[in-house]
Nanobody, 122 residues
Framework: QLQASGGGLVQAGGSLRLSCAASGRTFSSYFVGWFRQAPGQERECVASISVGGDTYYYADSVKGRFTASRDHAKNTVYLQMNSLKPEDTAVYYC?????????????????WGQGTEVTVSS
């Protein structure tokens, strides 16, 4: 029901935009989070966007570089990633929950998309 896309290989300093498209149901009343997991590391939440798209959570590691947005008409959430660093290399996932607050806890998310791989070369 959630489909993440947009990953790829990019040089350090470059940009990518990830998309998370919902199908089968509307996620307009859900908070959506972006997580990433690098090899051998735990999954971490890097961003979250509210239902209205007007409040956000960003991990310190991506603040000022990543921006989440959403388009309710397209039932899609985006993660614009700028000034990418090699340490941003990971598989990125989008997830959604209806609890009405920002959370970085993966267990609070009900729906998950498959991952999209981001590789940043130095």
């Amino acid at each position: 029901q959630l489909q993440a896309s947009g990953g790829g290989l990019v040089q350090a300093g470059g940009s990518l935009r990830l998309s998370c498209a919902a199908s089968g149901r509307t996620f307009s009343s859900y908070f959506v989070g972006w997580f990433r997991q690098a090899p051998g590391q735990e999954r971490e939440c890097v961003a979250s966007i509210s239902v209205g798209g007007d409040t956000y959570y960003y991990a310190d590691s991506v603040k000022g570089r990543f921006t989440a947005s959403r388009d309710h008409a397209k039932n899609t959430v985006y993660l614009q990633m700028n000034s990418l660093k090699p340490e941003d290399t990971a598989v990125y996932y989008c997830a959604a929950h209806p609890r009405g607050h920002h959370t970085a806890r993966s267990y609070e998310y009900n729906y998950w998309g498959q991952g999209t791989e981001v590789t940043v070369s130095s």
